[in-house]
């Protein structure tokens, strides 16, 4: 009796598993975009995050007529004035009596409105040192806000261009199949 059903023709061919991988399917270009955005997003998330465990420190935060009032009294040691944020940094004893013992000595932070009050303020007060920082203190952080949003667009657009690309060279081939055919599966001429 002739055998219709060959189980070894009639059967795709399997692909081999990958261990580790759901399904042990390869991973498809998709499924690598979604991981590098997913990546990219916690990153962003992190590097966020780490500004304000950063300022957590041994920092104390003084309003700003307290730092006038401790400037005045010359309870300030140094002084370092960031021009793009209005912030101020340095150290100061808390009490006229600790002046002088650097054990006392606590860093502050505040901020202060008007540069040119602020170095009239310190003309009058020579022993303290004053720093006027010119720097951005977020450059990298502006830099990546503005330029990686740009970089993404391009990247989904490429992306985009390059499937939309494949579709048109596919769009005639509808006669075509990927059949695998065998002697038992050809027509008889």
């Not at 450059?139 to 579709?167: C, E, H, K, S």
Request: glycine fraction near 8%; aromatic fraction near 10%.
């Amino acid at each position: 009796m002739p055998d219709d059903h060959n189980d070894n023709n009639s059967q795709t061919p399997r692909e081999p598993k990958i261990p580790g991988m759901p399904g042990g399917k390869k991973p498809t270009r998709t499924g690598w975009l979604y991981f590098l955005l997913a990546c990219a997003l916690l990153g962003y998330a992190f590097f966020n995050m780490g500004s304000g465990f950063a300022s957590s420190s041994n920092t104390v935060k003084l309003a700003t007529s307290e730092m006038v009032s401790a400037i005045k009294q010359d309870c300030v040691e140094n002084l370092t004035y960031t021009v793009q944020d209005g912030s101020v940094t340095g150290h100061y004893w808390k009490t006229k009596k600790d002046k002088g013992d650097t054990s006392e000595l606590k860093s502050f932070s505040s901020t202060y409105v008007g540069s040119d009050s602020l170095a009239e303020l310190m003309a009058e007060h020579p022993d303290t040192k004053y720093i006027v920082n010119t720097n951005d203190p977020d450059f990298w952080g502006d830099l990546a806000m503005n330029v990686l949003p740009t970089i993404a667009l391009i990247a989904i657009m490429f992306y985009f261009m390059r499937q939309m690309m494949g579709a048109n060279n596919r769009n005639m081939q509808f006669g075509k199949t990927n059949a695998k055919t065998n002697e038992a599966t050809r027509p008889k001429v």
